[in-house]
């Protein structure tokens, strides 16, 4: 009787602690608006695979936010990304978003690179970045290479074959 007592304490124990851990990440998972210091901008791309919420947003390979949504735009076919940005990154209206992965095994993110513009992305909620480009799916890639055309659909001229040294005259050498 004794050890079943002790058992059930151990289990109950375990059970309260995993109950707290998914409180904790419900809580921190919620939808929050931008912060004091953040502002938020929009992105659409025609496939973000491997971003999520949380997702890192990075600026030269600094952390400079989060994707705090991910939604789809049905009209468009298009994914569509809430970015929320600490307000010491002010982006011009010429910016690019792209994509990108650490590695081959690395997460996602979504990198920014600002453009030259005079003129930045407004801060009030409203901007949106004009210029993306979606991620690679490495598969499909990968499987262009092994077929040998590259990812080209048009097949390239074969190469004309080289001249032989006979096939000139021997006064050219001369």
């Known amino acids: 009787m004794r050890e079943s007592l002790f058992e059930t304490l151990v289990g109950l124990a375990v059970v309260c602690v995993a109950g707290l851990f998914a409180w904790f990440a419900m809580a921190r998972g919620g939808e929050t608006g931008a912060g004091p210091n953040q502002y938020e901008v929009t992105a659409r791309f025609n496939n973000i695979s491997g971003i999520e919420r949380g997702s890192d947003v990075r600026i030269a390979g600094v952390k400079a936010g989060i994707v705090k949504a991910v939604s789809g735009d049905p009209q468009r076919f298009e994914a ?4 929320t940005l600490d307000q010491k990154w002010e982006l011009p209206d010429d910016t690019d978003a792209r994509i990108s992965t650490d590695g081959l095994l690395g997460g996602a ?12 992305i407004p801060q009030d909620g409203t ?3 004009q210029f993306t480009r979606g991620s690679v799916d490495l598969l499909t890639l990968f499987a262009s290479f092994a077929s040998g055309n590259g990812g080209s659909t048009d097949a390239a001229p074969a190469p004309a074959p080289a001249a032989a040294a ?3 005259p021997a006064e050219d050498y001369e």
């Open 166 to 168: 006979d096939d000139y």
């Open 80 to 83: 569509v990304l809430t970015l």
């Open 109 to 120: 993110y979504v990198a920014l690179e600002p453009g030259g513009s005079f003129d930045n």
């Open 127 to 129: 901007g949106e970045i």
